[in-house]
């Protein structure tokens, strides 16, 4: 790990003003925020990331963690910890498929310490980007190649990548929020903003080593996820190599309203499997307004993979994807709303 300036703080303006000297990109970035610090740290010491300063925000934790259920929606601090929210009864009552997708990821002693904002703002967990001893990674050196187009890519993304990088996004949670239309308070050096939670990813275009959308020195402050017929009816179904402390290799965050038997809405979220959280508004499309049977699952899970373009050892990924949708969705029409 290199030398690095440490600040702490407990004024958010501050912190966003702290954070303002910036490089180009998220990963070359002079400064780096520290939530729990399970991402950050772990790729310093990897010189992965190499900030200069670590502003350390955990002193706003009390003010930026509440968790709020409110009939127009379910509203979650940035600073609050991934275990606070899974076990929250409301949260597990009213939006399932968010708690489950913050419960079945990494394991309870990183769940208890990780926050939702450094949550959506996690690595790749692709091999060549971690290790800086790899010469070809964009997202590391923009310019230099993508190790994976040649390399293992066994568990690397099929939807939504290009050229410039094939890797995938892995966390649980912004699949789930980017199912069910979310939002994400911000704040920066010019003031507070609030954008839709699926424009805060970007894709590579060409830049991998841009990740997000976010301005420099612009903090996440909370998540909104506005009320909804579907939300109580909805489920993550995660598919990993172990049961248990695994990223997923093919997930689905699926929300539905029903009437009767027919789908009057569906929101529809796929992880493991692409360059950024993933909605599928092709499968929500062939569902709405058609009954929830096996083969119309089937027909849903063909339209969201049918842009799929794989490399060699994730040829079976847009298969599996297909199978856990069709999964995800009949296990959440047989959910009791
Ligand atoms: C062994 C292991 C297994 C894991 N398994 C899973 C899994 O199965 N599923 C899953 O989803 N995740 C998994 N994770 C990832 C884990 O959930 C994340 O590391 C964690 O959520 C990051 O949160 P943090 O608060 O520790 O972020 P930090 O490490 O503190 O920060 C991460 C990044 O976010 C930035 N940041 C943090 N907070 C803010 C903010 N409010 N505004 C702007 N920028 C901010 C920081 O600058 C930094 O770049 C795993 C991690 C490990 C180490």
Redesign the pocket.
Known sequence: MRPFAYERTNDLVQAAHA?FQTGAG?TD?D?????????????MKLDV?T?RRVVD?NPLTAQ?SAIEVTASGLRLG??A??SAVADTPDVARDYPVIAQ??D????AQ??N???????????TRCPYYRDPSWTACNKRHPGSGCSALEGVNVNHAVLGTDKSCISQY?????VALVALGAQVE?LGPDGPRVIAFDTLHRGPEGKPHIETT?KPG????AFQVPAGAWTRRSLYL?I?NRQS????ISSAAVALDLDGGVVRAARIGLGGMAYRPWRSKEAEAVLTGKPLTEANAEAAARAALAGAVTHGGNAYKPELARRTLVRALLQTAAMEA
């Open positions: 954070g998220q970035a400064t780096q925020f520290l939530a729990g610090g399970t991402t950050l740290i772990d790729l990331l900030p925000l930026h940035a600073m910890r991934m997708s913050l079945l990821a990494a394991s990183i769940r310490m990780a926050s939702l904002g450094g949550n959506v703002l996690q690595r892995p966390g649980d949670f912004a911000l976010l612009e903090l996440i402050t995660k990993r402390y695994e990223f997923a």
